[in-house]
Structures are given as structure tokens and as C-alpha cells.
Nanobody, 121 residues
Framework: QVQLVESGGGLVQPGGSLRLSCAAS????????MAWYRQAPGYPRELVAA???????NYDDSVKGRFTISRDDAKNTVALQMNALKPEDTAVYYC???????????????WGQGTQVTVSS
């Protein structure tokens, strides 16, 4: 069964850095676009950054120049390096992976469990 496991959230002061990681496992045939979303209390979930399987990236304007998304296809992982963090970056961050499980051979959009990022002094 496909599973996404996230790690790396926590509490950081403004201006600090955090690195989020997400590992996909469980009988995966192939992986397409991988992405990070976030959701702050009272707000809808929003796309932060995405990376295709040809390494094309796109970022929300609010994080351009501060966040970097990367992927390791050998390990089925996606990471989000977050620098110069601001209080408004505080949210639960979710990884999202478009993949095809070997069991069904039907593409699905899988979500991680979410990891809290809090930026506060």
C-alpha cells in the first residue's frame, strides 16, 4: 500500500531555515509531479512549490527566492528547503505526489499526513 511519510517540521525563529522531506513507498510503478502544499488556520490549502519528473519547478510568488523544491527519484523523495522564514509561513505543510501504484496501475494523487511549521520569536 502506498504511503507518504513527511519529516522536518518544527518551530523556528523568523529568518531561520527548515528542511522538509517526504518519502513515498509501497509498490510504486512510477511517479509524476511532486509538490508541497500548506494550510494555515482559517485558510484554504495552497500550492507552495511543485517539481515535475523532468525537474521543472514552479513556486508560489510568496516563497520565490526563499524556498527550493528538489526530488530524488532513486529514493522516491521530495524535499523543500525553506530559508528566510517569515511568520506568515506558519502552516501545516503537506506533500503531494502523483503516482501510479503497481497494484492498480491507475494514477492517483497521494497526500502526506502533514507536518507543522511554526515561525515565531
Amino acid at each position: 500500500q502506498v504511503q507518504l511519510v513527511e519529516s522536518g517540521g518544527g518551530l523556528v525563529q523568523p529568518g531561520g531555515s527548515l528542511r522538509l522531506s517526504c518519502a513515498a513507498s509501497g509498490g510504486i510503478f512510477n511517479i509524476g509531479t511532486m509538490a508541497w502544499y500548506r494550510q494555515a488556520p482559517g485558510y484554504p490549502r495552497e500550492l507552495v512549490a511543485a517539481i515535475t519528473n523532468s525537474q521543472r519547478t514552479n513556486y508560489d510568488d510568496s516563497v520565490k527566492g526563499r524556498f527550493t523544491i528538489s526530488r530524488d527519484d532513486a529514493k522516491n523523495t521530495v524535499a523543500l528547503q525553506m530559508n528566510a522564514l517569515k511568520p506568515e509561513d506558519t502552516a501545516v505543510y503537506y506533500c503531494n505526489v502523483n503516482l501510479t501504484p503497481r497494484m492498480t496501475m491507475r494514477p492517483v494523487s497521494a497526500w502526506g499526513q502533514g507536518t507543522q511549521v511554526t515561525v515565531s520569536s
